[in-house]
């Protein structure tokens, strides 16, 4: 496109002179500034340019002696250009790829200057020992890698907006991964500081001890978390309580341990995708989402610096109701005025303009991911919050925590935001706003804060706050017995019902008061033998009490006439006459034991947790033989007691009755 004419012998020459023939082709007939990949940009190259203004441009003598073409400036179609681009044609026409290392290099612009020095009468001629080249290059090494950092003082100069590292350097590192690399303790370090600020860019490490690449100090959330290693540390705090609690239930886990997910929409720089990371494996995803490609080019360096983190997925897109509309900036200078550098808004818009970029959906981000439970949602969009929930129609019910700002500043739909969550189950808790200070740790911290009523709670916020949305809590009570047996038949819903969110527990390890606190909870009790469900006082519990014995036809005849809405009986006996069940009672919803408990009918585990006055009869068959816990339960709840039969086959306990 550049470059017209290119001959065939340049695809067969070495990178460094394909390189040589590119450099000086582009220059010549182009002009501007050359700079090697070896070279570090120090200072804006202003400094440079303006020679290009009143000069024709510029060379640096490698070790003051030879001129160097690793860093050059020139205008177009200068004499010196054009005679340099013809004598490089010539010799690689005649030579081809048999040529030395520097002859079209150094080698040639050197020669040109011995021959005819009046070439270079209009360009600055450099000293490259005290300025961008200030150790010769089979000193670079040592001067830049082993020697201390204190040392980096003898290497800097008045004038260097670049300095030149050289390609030994770079082959001393490659065999070193990027966090040896940015965080050893050379003058190279230095150099490479420098670099960054530069570019607008800093690095420092979180309260986790992981480097974290970030915006200058003229960034408040850059600043912040320099100074603290952390950033919204009451936020931060719910954050680490979910994930590592999340981590110590799979730990408990017996059965097939399944991914995590967390998803961070509005994502910056990748504060909180970072320490996402330090709690999960590299089989979960985090996915980052940004409409800001710079903040996600900044995620992508901190990912380079801590071995790579595969599973940071970035995603460089707008959430938003609707899939594939286009988006631009639309505050930048407000943003930029509170000084937070990534934290645009973005709008709608009809047209393409530079920025821009397409809108998805949260239900269509997850289909894409192959994502069906999140842990973790976190929303911070400065405003777009709303319309991001509206896309999630699908996706809510099988996210387990929302962490989501409302700000009347951005947003007017805060009431809307709130109700939505608390309509789909969610449980809302106030984050109170702290931009700054250190990590701290308290499980209980937010709790204390529940949201009752939500309109008289959103007068209240002054400018903005957070909100912790928990989805109600859904345990599935197991034996100690049971647990050991989750991998086989019949108890493979166990491990489907943890993929469903629910929370497995030991009737062992069951804090009855804590269950008493929560009235809202589900609670699904699983036994195969004797389970005290007695002293599990709760308004939503619901019993399944499996036992793989016959029945004789009769009671399950007797047990159809009751009319309930569901049956759930033992598999041995109704695999064999289901149909002739179903045959003589053809509105009967009836479930093998088999089926609930192997497969987890979705349209069984959708009724629950019944309401208070259940709707619902059901009745739960099987031989009871261990009757009294049952009985006890029966008794417990009167709310119950109308809608439960309890039958016990003949010859299974004392409480056995007769049926006919």
């Not at 929560?518 to 009790?525: A, R, W």
Request: net charge negative.
């Amino acid at each position: 496109m550049y470059i017209s004419d290119i001959p065939d012998y340049f695809y067969r020459l070495c990178p460094a002179h394909q390189a040589d023939f590119v450099r000086v082709h582009v220059v010549c007939d182009y002009g501007g500034i050359w700079l090697d990949s070896d070279t570090l940009v120090m200072h804006s190259l202003d400094s440079l340019f303006a020679i290009l203004d009143s000069k024709d441009g510029f060379f640096i003598r490698e070790n003051n002696e030879i001129l160097w073409n690793g860093v050059f400036g020139s205008r177009p179609n200068t004499e010196l250009m054009t005679q340099w681009k013809q004598r490089l044609r010539h010799i690689l026409d005649e030579k081809k790829e048999a040529i030395a290392w520097s002859e079209v290099g150094c080698q040639m612009l050197q020669g040109m200057y011995n021959e005819t020095s009046a070439l270079y009468d209009s360009y600055e001629l450099f000293n490259g020992l005290d300025t961008m080249y200030p150790v010769n290059w089979n000193h670079c090494v040592n001067s830049f890698l082993h020697q201390p950092y204190e040392t980096y003082p003898c290497l800097v100069r008045d004038f260097q907006p670049v300095i030149v590292l050289v390609h030994s350097v770079y082959q001393a590192v490659e065999h070193m991964s990027i966090q040896d690399i940015l965080g050893g303790n050379t003058p190279m370090n230095y150099f490479i500081n420098k670099s960054f600020e530069n570019a607008g860019i800093s690095r420092t490490k979180l309260f986790t001890q992981q480097p974290i690449v970030t915006y200058t100090s003229s960034d408040f959330i850059s600043s912040s978390i320099h100074a603290c290693h952390c950033w919204e540390p009451t936020i931060t705090n719910v954050f680490v309580h979910l994930l590592k609690k999340n981590k110590q239930q799979r730990n408990k886990q017996t059965t097939k341990k399944q991914p995590t997910t967390v998803i961070d929409i509005g994502c910056n720089f990748g504060y909180f995708s970072l320490v996402a990371s330090s709690w999960l494996t590299a089989d979960d995803k985090i996915v980052s989402v940004d409409a800001n490609a710079v903040n996600l080019h900044l995620l992508q360096m901190s990912c380079d610096m801590n071995d790579g983190l595969p599973h940071i997925l970035p995603c460089h897109v707008c959430i938003s109701d609707k899939t594939g509309d286009l988006y631009a900036p639309g505050n930048k200078e407000l943003v930029e005025r509170v000084g937070n550098i990534g934290g645009m808004s973005y709008q709608k818009q009809e047209t393409q303009t530079a920025g821009s970029v397409r809108s998805t959906t949260l239900d269509d981000l997850v289909a894409s991911h192959n994502i069906t439970d999140v842990l973790l949602l976190k929303i911070d969009i400065e405003g777009g919050e709303w319309n991001a929930l509206r896309g999630a129609t699908r996706i809510l019910n099988n996210v387990k925590n929302i962490i989501i700002e409302i700000s009347p500043v951005f947003n007017q739909d805060s009431e809307n935001i709130l109700n939505l969550l608390r309509d789909n189950d969610y449980e809302l808790f106030d984050i109170p706003l702290q931009e700054c200070g250190p990590f701290f740790q308290d499980d209980d911290y937010v709790t204390h804060k529940p949201i009752n009523d939500i309109s008289d709670f959103v007068k209240s916020i002054p400018v903005q706050t957070n909100i912790w949305a928990r989805k109600k809590p859904k345990y599935v009570v197991i034996t100690d017995w049971i647990q050991t047996y989750v991998t086989m038949e019949p108890f493979h819903f166990v491990q489907h019902l943890e993929t469903l969110g629910w929370e497995i527990m030991l009737l062992s390890q069951i804090n009855v008061d804590t269950l008493q606190q929560q009235p809202d909870t589900t609670v699904l009790c699983v036994t195969y033998d004797d389970l005290d469900i007695g002293r599990i006082k709760h308004k939503n519990v619901f019993l399944i009490y499996k036992m793989d014995d016959l029945y004789p036809f009769k009671e399950v005849r007797r047990i159809c006439t009751q009319q309930a809405d569901l049956v759930i009986g033992p598999y041995q006996y109704l695999f064999h006459t289901d149909e002739k069940v179903k045959r003589m009672y053809p509105n009967l919803n009836l479930v093998m034991s088999y089926q609930v408990f192997y497969s987890a009918v979705p349209a069984f585990f959708s009724s629950i947790p019944f309401s208070t006055t259940p709707k619902q009869k059901v009745l739960v068959t099987g031989a009871l033989g261990h009757e009294y816990p049952l009985r006890l339960w029966i008794h417990s709840d009167e709310t119950f007691a109308p809608y439960v039969e309890r039958y016990n086959h003949p010859g299974y306990g004392s409480h056995s009755e007769d049926v006919n």
